[in-house]
């Protein structure tokens, strides 16, 4: 199994709604990041999880909050976005985990195309 | 931070002619990777150039590494409709653990 699986693939929400992204893959891979990327762009990191541990945040507003429950697992927690957080999110894992240093290939999800209103 | 350009943005062929992207750093790069994103799609992985002046094939596709570690091509021979999509490479830095895309080359083809 070389997938990695986002649900859901699409989300609407409202500025005042909560909601979660998951990612799962079952290549037992120790790093998993979550990657925006806004039409016409490339994908932009925003947090890194190594041996579930997160191990980079870039910056992300708190309104965006990860977590790892297991080393298959990835969530994405949304609470309070603005219409400018619309975009696809992307996870991806990849085999090397040290530090979140990502020297072999990534595998990507299908991202999940979100929409803020 | 850590900046990474492709040249062109943009391009757009006739279905047979060859197609070339070219990828800068800003800083050396430990390694090259290369993606592929159709349109609506996802990144795919296609190739990780690790040494200086490395040169890699896959059947119409070549990738090259440069010697400073600071910049890499992809060249498509003999382009085919399969081929739409934008090119990303992308790389971590030395000490840096994170992966930057660069811009990309968004790849169309004139049948």
């Known amino acids: 199994d070389t997938e990695v699986t986002q649900t859901p693939k699409h989300l609407v929400m409202g500025m005042t709604n909560k909601k979660s992204l998951k990612c799962e893959q079952h290549?037992?891979?120790?790093?998993m990041y979550w990657y925006k990327q806004k039409a016409k762009k490339p994908p932009e990191l925003m947090f890194v999880?190594?041996?579930?541990?997160?191990?980079i945040n870039e910056s992300v507003p708190s309104r965006f909050s990860p977590e790892c429950p297991n080393s298959s697992l990835l969530n994405l927690h949304l609470h309070a976005l603005q219409p400018e957080d619309s975009a696809l999110y992307l996870c991806?894992?990849?085999?090397?985990?040290?530090?979140?240093?990502?020297?072999?290939?990534?595998?990507f999800g299908q991202g999940t195309r979100l929409t803020v209103v | 931070g850590q900046q990474v350009m492709q040249i062109p943005q943009y391009q757009h062929v006739q279905e047979g002619e060859d197609f070339t992207t070219y990828c800068n750093s800003s800083?050396?790069?430990?390694?090259i990777q290369w993606y592929k994103q159709r349109p609506g799609g996802h990144p795919v992985f296609l190739i990780q150039?690790?040494?200086?002046?490395e040169v890699k094939k896959q059947k119409r596709l070549t990738f090259q590494f440069g010697e400073a570690k600071k910049n890499s091509s992809l060249h498509i021979t003999a382009t085919q409709t399969t081929d739409v999509g934008t090119y990303f490479c992308?790389?971590?830095?030395?000490?840096?653990?994170?992966?930057?895309f660069g811009t990309g080359t968004r790849l169309t083809i004139i049948p």
């Open positions: 991806a894992s990849s085999t090397s985990g040290l530090q979140g240093l990502m020297n072999t290939e990534a595998f």
């Open positions: 999880y190594s041996y579930e541990k997160l191990s």
């Open positions: 290549m037992g891979h120790r790093a």
């Open positions: 992308a790389g971590p830095g030395f000490g840096n653990e994170k992966l930057t």
């Open positions: 800083t050396t790069l430990s390694n």
């Open positions: 150039l690790v040494k200086s002046g």
